[in-house]
């Protein structure tokens, strides 16, 4: 297998989801729009849990015996689907605190039944439109009106669980290979209460508090995956809908020139010790293996990634080529197991394999990821802790507002070729060593949310999920 290999079509498969009134379906209708003008096919997979309830399925229906386990409240009948929270229009309940925890197992009934059966009916959906854009003559985009882990967001993490262990799903699968990218549109419930609104949606009865609650849940289903773009309130809606197109034209590599020009960029902190794990917001940690391979030229870059957990991986060959009008090209493609099997024979003997755990989380809206270094690895990279994020705001202003206050930040080390992965690996000390790379074009870490710098986002392997 040659290191970039083109295809001929592509076929880009992203999620919205996102809180009540974050722009979801507006966003829909923009992202849908825009392509069409660029002569792609689009596909719109419908929400599953929307088709279903409005034929009629009510969760207050369902007898205590079929719902919660008995330990929950009888008054309860705001279960969560995982896409609304859905309130008996005679009786709102238990408090919103009581509503909002953590679900109590379910009981085998009907409530979960129906859960497992909205997941089975949402993946045939988007297999079948899957295989359609596959057929098709031209480049299509497949938008999916929320995904699979979305329904991970408000049922119980054992009802989860067992729901995985039924079906033979796991979490890489369903979240990690199945879908190029995912947008999180953050509700407006977040920053921008005074356009909060239930009026123009037949479905939707949450209060402030309860959307918060439910954008924070939607948003922590999706932590993990590599390519997730939190699109907050900063700016004004139509600002908002243009962010969220540019971070798929820009995770995609396409040419947009300035009509969805942003201003993110990335940020690099030195972490000098770890805090206890109660200490973090809800957060997913991964195995990483990155390993660099030989090149034909000095000026190109090609590297392998594994990452999964427990036992579940994906694979990812990323080239970066030289400057190109001042860019840097990176080609993305994910590989089969076997293909990663065959291409680790042309390591680089120059470099070290770099093992990693990579923590990704959450905070005051913010996408972070954190990577620990592992051993075996060389003697610089004993105890390293690397955070990493994207924003448009000023390096002071973030650092004031948006970094973490419970890691201890040494400093900002954004641009430092001494903390660069391609450094770090070197076999050989950095004094006199000519394979040091002093200039960087931008760093090479590659899947951190925010606007990337990528530029050829290839699509999925044929025969990946």
């Known amino acids: 297998m040659e290191l970039a290999s083109a295809k001929s079509k592509r076929v880009y498969k992203v999620v919205l989801t996102g809180g009540p009134c974050g722009g979801k379906t507006t966003g829909q ?30 969760f207050a229906d369902l007898s205590p015996e079929d719902g919660p386990s008995s330990g929950s409240s009888n008054a309860d009948n705001n279960h969560f689907t995982g896409t609304r929270c859905w309130t008996s229009e005679t009786n709102l309940g238990p408090s919103l605190s009581d509503r909002c925890q953590p679900r109590a197992p379910y009981q ?28 098709f003559n031209r480049d299509c985009i497949i938008i999916c009106d929320r995904g699979t882990m979305d329904a991970s967001a408000f049922v119980s993490k054992e009802v989860w669980e067992q729901l995985m262990k039924t079906n033979g799903w796991n979490p890489v699968e369903l979240r990690d ?10 509700s407006a419930a977040k920053g921008a209460e005074d356009f909060y609104t239930t009026e123009d949606h037949s479905c939707r009865s949450e209060n402030l508090d309860l959307a918060h609650t439910l954008d924070d849940r939607a948003a922590e289903a999706w932590i993990g995956h590599p390519y997730f773009d939190v699109i907050d309130n900063s700016t004004n809606f139509d600002t908002k809908l243009r962010r969220m ?47 660099y391979l030989q090149t034909n030229s000095k000026k190109t870059q090609a590297r392998l990634r594994k990452r999964g ?67 075996p690895c060389h003697p610089r990279c004993h105890g390293l802790v690397l955070l990493e994020t994207y924003t448009t705001q000023s390096l002071e202003e973030f650092q004031a507002n948006k970094l973490p206050d419970f890691l201890d930040i040494v400093n900002n080390v954004t641009g430092d070729p001494t903390h660069s992965m391609y450094n770090l690996s070197l076999k050989e000390e950095w004094l006199n060593n000519k394979k040091f790379c002093f200039k960087l074009a931008a760093d090479d870490e590659d899947d951190l949310t925010g606007s990337p710098r990528t530029n050829g986002w290839i699509g999925p392997h044929a025969n990946g999920v």
């Open 29 to 58: 209708s923009r992202l849908c729009t825009f392509f069409e003008n660029l002569g792609w096919k689009v596909f719109r997979v419908p929400e599953t849990a929307s088709t279903l309830l409005s034929g009629g399925v009510k």
């Open 108 to 135: 085998s009934g009907s409530a979960i039944t129906f859960q497992e059966n909205l997941l089975k009916t949402m993946i045939q959906m988007e297999n079948t439109f899957f295989a359609l854009a596959e057929r």
């Open 177 to 186: 290979t199945r879908y190029n990218q995912i947008i999180h549109m953050v």
């Open 245 to 291: 197109i540019s971070a798929v034209c820009q995770r995609m590599g396409l040419d947009t020139g300035d009509r969805l020009e942003t201003n993110a960029k990335k940020f690099k902190f030195l972490v000098r010790a770890l805090p206890d794990d109660s200490m973090f917001p809800p957060f997913e940690d991964f195995d990483v293996i990155h390993d």
């Open 309 to 375: 957990q427990k036992d579940r991986w994906s694979y990812t060959l990323t080239v970066r080529r030289p400057e190109v009008r001042g860019q840097v090209v990176e080609i993305k493609t994910q590989i089969t197991s076997r293909d990663y099997t065959n291409m680790l024979e042309q390591r680089d003997p120059f470099h070290l394999t770099i093992l990693k755990k990579r923590r990704c989380f959450l905070y005051h809206n913010q996408y972070f990821q954190l990577d620990i270094y592992k051993e």
